[in-house]
């Protein structure tokens, strides 16, 4: 039998990138679309959701979605927190036989120590064609400088920020007509067509 890939998805914000790996890859989902979507050959499992804020939209979003994905809070504002969250996120990846740990928006810097001992498991995705525009605002900051394309980069984290080998890259046309808005939801939808790609590549 495949063997069972059991992924955590850690997001601090909206969660919509979350919604849409649960929506592709939770087995109980009732959505009919995503069931025919869904690659049944792929045994990925969303086992678990962590967020870092307590009033985040993704919190109640994925408890609503899938009630049975266990969701939980551990506080990381400040650096001083980090310690204690990555332990109780350790315990969790120790309870749920984790081996992907998905970074759907989460505003965090994991510790060197912690990505090291996780070295090839931790995955992120970020709004634009690394290496450029890293870091915050990379969608405003690309669409500011004037570049004609942009776009969608998933990479495994390495303890530089935005840095490491990248699994999947898409481009984003930017076209003359294109306002800030319009071109966040171009990348948005482009995130949610290559995350749920990037996870099948790597364990498919
Ligand atoms: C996405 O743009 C992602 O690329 C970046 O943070 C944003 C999260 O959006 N890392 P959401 O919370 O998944 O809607």
Request: some cysteine; aromatic content about 8%.
């Amino acid at each position: 039998m495949q063997k069972k890939i059991n992924c955590v998805i850690l997001a601090s914000g909206n969660g919509s990138n979350a919604l849409n790996l649960i929506r592709k890859f939770h087995t109980d989902t009732k959505d009919a679309d995503a069931v025919e979507d869904r690659n049944i050959t792929c045994n990925i499992n969303i086992s678990a959701v962590v967020s870092n804020i307590e009033n985040a939209p993704v919190i109640e979003k994925v408890r609503l979605a899938a009630p049975d994905i266990p969701v939980f809070f551990l506080p990381y504002a400040s650096v001083s927190e980090r310690e204690y969250f990555e332990k109780e996120l350790e315990s969790i990846i120790r309870k749920y036989n984790i081996n992907c740990i998905v970074l759907a928006g989460f505003m965090r810097i994991l510790s060197k120590e912690f990505v090291s001992k996780f070295h090839n498991k931790i995955i992120n995705i970020h709004p634009s064609l690394l290496p450029a525009f890293k870091g915050k605002d990379a969608i405003k900051s690309a669409f500011d400088y004037g570049v004609k394309y942009t776009g969608v980069t998933v990479h495994y984290v390495t303890p530089e920020v935005d840095a490491g080998p990248v699994i999947c890259q898409e481009v984003v046309k930017i076209e003359e007509n294109d306002t800030l808005e319009s071109l966040e939801l171009k990348i948005h939808d482009m995130e949610h067509k290559i995350y749920p790609a990037a996870l099948k590549k790597i364990f498919a």
